[in-house]
């Protein structure tokens, strides 16, 4: 390491005073000489060279070289993505959050319930060399008493605060109860330019049960009917929709209604009164994301604040996991890797699916460094050693088939040329 940074020197000086600030107009990227190591292709590592030229990869040598970065004795990947995430929704703690995820060489990530006015003031600083790119859900959708409502009213309970349900509707989340409601906020939706609009599906099924229940106030979802128009419309103004869901129901209903992305695989719990049998996918269900081409976003981390309260739960909660995970992928289902985990990252999600032992550890490396920022970012070259490919990547200590652990033992980020040193 000593070497490594002896060479870098004037290099990390300039990405050390980048990542103190909200990112500038960048001068000329410097061209950087990327040499030793073990690469990662997708399938294993091996010996390779690189220039990175303007923040993209070439294999041809420009003719200016700012700097030589020698990996010699490290391992080295694309970046990791995390497509399920909360953690840079809050002012107070997004700058220390984004530089987490670049210590630990995640830089792509999507955040799954963002209001555009709370992240208005420092939206700029992300996305550039110093920090993660972020993929928004600008708009969270549920009814006027579901979730997250009442997550907000207990977190504004535990601090002491005294919050009413309509200090929360319609400004940390829409508040939409019927095609009214919709129609009534849309254009307000729409406003922000969204890029990725959140509905959220809890127990679908029995919608309006659940709604005559006041226990579950504040924890239900919207009327199912309703998904369809959402996203219809979301589609109309270029918006990707994502779905909260929680039943293999309601998995069901997302993909039938044409969402993009399930935000979760069915069963990060069990709800009480139900089963195992509740959360397995059926096979149509599959079938039809299969053919609508529908992103699966993993989150099988998740399942550790349920098991926190029902540790007896963990083999069928992880056996119904992996069982709908084999069939996902045997039906060529496009699986994303995401924890929404809070204060983790994606690298909880590597190890639980890795546990899973539901695919190989070079197919579950290819999943989380190439097949999720791809599908995150389809309109840019990420996730790969290529010719004119961004110049991102991750050095690491260790050999990461070999021990999941050298997922967190980081040497080296580069991110489109811009070179951090944890």
Not at 191 to 210: E, R
Not at 275 to 286: F, G, Q
Request: proline share 6%; glycine share 8%.
């Amino acid at each position: 390491m000593t070497r490594l940074l002896a060479t870098l020197l004037l290099v990390l000086a300039a990405g050390s005073t980048a990542a103190q600030q909200a990112p500038q107009p960048a001068a000329r990227a410097p061209a950087l000489h990327l040499r030793g190591g073990q690469w990662f292709d997708g399938e294993r590592f091996g010996p390779s060279e690189w220039y990175a030229v303007g923040g993209r990869f070439t294999r041809t040598r420009p003719a200016r070289v700012d700097a030589v970065v020698d990996l010699t004795g490290r391992w080295v990947i694309p970046p990791l993505a995390e497509a399920h995430a909360h953690d840079l929704q809050n002012s107070w703690n997004a700058a220390s959050n984004a530089a987490a995820y670049l210590r630990r060489g995640v830089l792509y990530t999507v955040q799954m319930c963002a209001t555009p006015g709370d992240v208005a003031p420092y939206r700029g600083f992300l996305d550039g060399p110093a920090a993660p790119d972020v993929l928004w859900a600008d708009g969270c959708i549920s009814s006027s008493d579901g979730h997250p409502l009442g997550m907000a009213l207990a977190g504004a309970k535990a601090a002491g605060m005294e919050v009413k349900p309509e200090d929360v509707r319609d400004k940390s989340y829409w508040s939409v109860d019927t095609p009214a409601d919709l129609a009534t906020r849309w254009d307000r939706i729409a406003a922000s330019k969204p890029k990725l609009i959140k509905v959220i599906l809890i127990d679908a099924a029995n919608y309006a049960a659940n709604r005559a229940n006041p226990a579950l106030f504040g924890h239900n979802g919207l009327d199912p009917a309703l998904v369809p128009e959402i996203v219809r419309r979301a589609h109309g103004v270029g918006a990707k929709v994502a779905a909260h869901i929680d039943t293999a129901d309601d998995f069901a209903r997302a993909a039938g209604a044409g969402v993009d992305m399930v935000a979760h695989l069915p069963g990060y719990r069990f709800a009480r009164g139900k089963t195992a049998a509740d959360y397995r996918l059926s096979d149509a269900a599959i079938a039809e994301a299969k053919r609508r081409g529908t992103v699966v976003i993993t989150t099988v981390a998740a399942a550790r604040y349920f098991l926190q309260a029902r540790p007896g739960e963990r083999a069928a909660l992880m056996a119904n996991h992996a069982d709908n995970l084999r069939r996902l992928r045997a039906a060529g289902v496009r699986l994303a890797l995401g924890s929404d985990v809070y204060g983790g990252s994606v690298v909880d999600e590597v190890r639980a699916v890795d546990g899973l032992q539901v695919m190989t550890r070079p197919e579950l490396l290819r999943v989380a460094v190439a097949d999720t920022p791809r599908l995150l970012f389809p309109d840019r070259r990420v996730g790969a050693f290529a010719e004119g490919a961004e110049a991102s990547l991750v050095a690491l200590e260790a050999d990461p088939l070999a021990d999941l652990g050298a997922l967190e033992r980081v040497a080296l980020v580069i991110k489109r040329g811009a070179v951090h040193a944890p």
